[in-house]
């Protein structure tokens, strides 16, 4: 009897999702909780597992499609049916002798994404191809001089009389959502942006210090991620605005600190919830923002990872962002935002000295969080940071 693979339950508040590959042909065997076929939905990437044993008896929905949940996927021959039909008819005379193996030219090396999915738009053979990427991979532009040099199977649409190239590929589901999650923040909430500057110095110095020992102990190496997240909770205990959020004409406050951080991956910006982060130390918030970057860069995040966060910290100094305005997460109220650690010259008690300084960005949604209660907030983490000890006394 078949066995039908059907969309299974997306998360909270997801109601559909795209097929991004099939990972098994039609007839193809399948072994039961084998990994079938991937959907990409507007927060996570998921994979949809057989349901059963024996052979994939077809494929209703193909890649690039958008379904909903309980769509029928394909369905399996499931059983000794299915194992039945892929068993070969006995060969009654002798096996020819194996061929020589050959080599494997460097043309025929695995392309990048963006060269595969060009290679199948144009259908040139990638054996036609000299790779001129790292150890023979076979580039985009590769696939761009193949498609436009006479001979090949299909002129390259893109390529203009010129020699310029364009590229129109479709927004995957996630970066359809980001870009619509951040227009509408922009539109719905009254967005301002405050700004501060952190000396780093003293924690910079305790890092130091202990970053050998705290690694040898705890497993997990000392980031400032954490020393960022327990002064942002100790300034939302202090500013509860900006930890609430707006339900029509009522105001909620959150009296719990469920911390969103911001993961840059290939798909796009993710924000995985580091949950009830002022009851965690800071080895253990470490080693939950380890987990869950790597979830992320995986795709393997959980609908469970990315929902429910009451405030966000995102870090674009890891890409060398030395000041941005952060859009804040809906229907989040507040983004701390920092920012890459540079040299400067400050003035310190009338002499000038070089100081490791980093420039802090707060948005808030002005509807909720007045012009005083988000500077006081951003003096309370430049405080926090400058003076770490004020963080284990809470202060």
């Known amino acids: 009897m078949p066995a039908d693979i059907v969309v299974p339950n997306l998360g909270e508040s997801v109601t559909e999702a795209t097929v991004a590959k099939w990972f098994k042909k039609a007839g193809d065997a399948v072994a039961a909780d084998e990994p079938l076929v991937e959907l990409e939905t507007e927060k996570v990437t998921m994979e949809v ?18 379904v909903e949940v309980g769509t029928l996927l394909g369905t399996i021959e499931a059983g000794a049916a299915g194992a039945i039909a892929l068993k070969p008819e006995p060969k009654t005379t002798a096996p020819a002798p194996a061929p020589a193996p050959r080599p494997v030219p460097v043309a025929e090396k695995q392309p990048g994404p963006a060269a595969r999915k060009l290679l199948e738009e144009t259908q040139i053979p990638s054996s036609s191809i000299q790779g001129t990427g790292k150890d023979g991979r076979i580039t985009k532009g590769d696939v761009l001089e193949a498609a436009a040099t006479p001979g090949a199977k299909n002129q390259a649409p893109s390529i203009a009389p010129t020699g310029r190239a364009e590229e129109r590929v479709k927004m995957s589901k996630l970066r359809q959502v980001i870009a619509k999650r951040l ?56 500013i509860p605005a900006v930890n609430a959020q707006i339900d029509g004409d009522e105001l909620i406050y959150k009296n719990y600190y469920d911390i969103g951080v911001a993961v840059g991956t290939e798909q796009g910006l993710v924000v995985p919830v580091v949950r009830n982060a002022d009851q965690l130390s800071f080895a253990d918030i470490e080693k939950e923002i380890n987990r869950l970057a790597g979830k992320a860069r995986e795709g393997t995040l959980a609908m469970s990872d990315l929902t429910g966060g009451t405030f966000t910290v995102s870090n674009g100094g ?70 770490p000890r004020r963080l284990l006394l809470g202060l």
């Open 49 to 66: 597992n057989a349901p059963a044993a024996g052979r994939l008896k077809e494929i209703k929905v193909p890649e690039g499609k958008t």
């Open 183 to 238: 227009k509408d923040s922009q539109n719905t909430a009254a967005i301002l942006t405050t700004f501060n500057e952190i000396d780093m110095s003293n924690v910079i110095a305790l890092r130091n210090e202990y970053k050998d020992a705290f690694e040898k102990k705890h497993g997990v190496r000392m980031g400032f991620m954490s020393f960022f997240v327990k002064a942002a909770v100790n300034a939302l205990k202090e």
């Open 318 to 387: 890891v890409y060398g962002s030395l000041m941005s305005t952060p859009i804040i997460n809906p229907p989040q109220s507040g983004i701390l935002g920092m920012h890459k650690t540079e040299e400067r010259p400050i003035a310190i008690k009338g002499e000038v000295v070089i100081r490791p300084m980093m420039y802090v960005a707060l948005s808030y949604d002005h509807r909720i969080i007045d012009g005083k209660e988000s500077v006081t907030f951003l003096v309370r983490v430049k405080e926090a940071i400058e003076d």
